[in-house]
C-alpha cells in the first residue's frame, strides 16, 4: 500500500498521486517464517495452508502475523480473492474484519450506486435546471467517465459528441476538472 486516504467519498482516481508511504501486506518469498520489519511492527508468514471460514464461504488462507508492542494483527489472505480476513488485538479488545461477499457485482445486481446532481441550462440558457439521477459504478470504472458520458445526454446538451473530462482533482476543498480542448472548439453555447 504507497497510499491511504481517509473517508473519501468521492470516485476519483489517485494512483497518479505521491506515494505517501510504503507498507507492504505481503513479501516474497511467500514460505512459512518469513519475515519483514513495518515501522514498529515485524510481520511473520505464519501458515500458507491457514483454514478460514468468514460470510463469504470458507479459504485456505496464507496467515500473515504482524506484532509491536501493544497489539498483534492478524491478516488471512486467499489465493484468487485477496484480503478475506483481519484481526487487530490489543489487551482486552478486539476488532475483526471479515469478507461477506465477493463475485461479480454486476451479475449479483450489487454493484455501488450513488447519486448524482447534474445542473444544466434550461432551453433558453436562462437559468439552471437542476436531475437528480443515480448511477451504477463498476470495479475501475470512474466519476469522470459518468460524468462525462451523462453531460452528453440530449437532455442536458452540455458537452459536445467528442469532449472529454479528461481529470478530476480535489485539493483543499476545490474540484478542478480538466477537459478536453473540445470543450472550446466544438461548442455552440453564445456568449
Avoid at 10 to 19: D, F, G, H, K, V
Avoid at 22 to 44: A, F, H, M, N, R
Avoid at 97 to 122: M, Q, R, T, V, W
Avoid at 161 to 173: I, S, V, Y
Wanted: overall charge negative; charged content about 35%; hydrophobic content about 35%.
Amino acid at each position: 500500500m504507497i497510499n491511504s486516504i481517509e473517508e473519501s467519498y468521492y470516485r476519483i482516481n489517485y494512483l497518479a498521486e505521491e506515494p505517501t508511504h510504503e507498507e507492504y501486506y505481503l513479501k516474497s518469498p511467500i514460505k512459512e517464517k518469513v519475515s519483514w520489519q513495518d515501522g514498529s511492527i515485524v510481520w511473520t508468514i505464519e501458515s500458507l495452508n491457514e483454514k478460514v471460514k468468514v460470510p463469504a464461504g470458507e479459504f485456505t488462507c496464507i496467515k500473515v502475523v504482524g506484532k509491536s508492542g501493544d497489539f498483534v494483527l492478524e491478516r488471512y489472505f486467499a489465493k484468487g480473492v485477496g484480503l478475506v480476513k483481519q484481526r487487530f488485538v490489543s489487551d482486552n479488545m478486539t476488532v475483526e474484519d471479515n469478507l461477506s461477499k465477493f463475485g461479480d457485482a454486476e451479475k449479483d445486481n450489487c454493484l455501488p450506486a450513488k447519486e448524482l446532481a447534474i445542473y444544466y441550462p434550461s432551453e433558453n440558457v436562462d437559468k439552471l435546471l437542476e436531475d437528480r439521477v443515480v448511477e451504477e459504478f463498476k470495479t475501475g470504472e470512474t466519476l469522470a467517465e459518468k460524468i462525462t458520458e451523462l453531460l452528453k445526454d440530449k437532455k442536458y446538451r452540455v458537452l459536445s459528441k467528442n469532449t472529454r473530462l479528461l481529470e478530476m482533482k480535489k485539493e483543499e476543498g476545490i474540484l478542478r476538472l480538466n477537459f478536453s480542448k473540445e470543450l472550446i472548439t466544438e461548442m455552440n453555447a453564445g456568449s
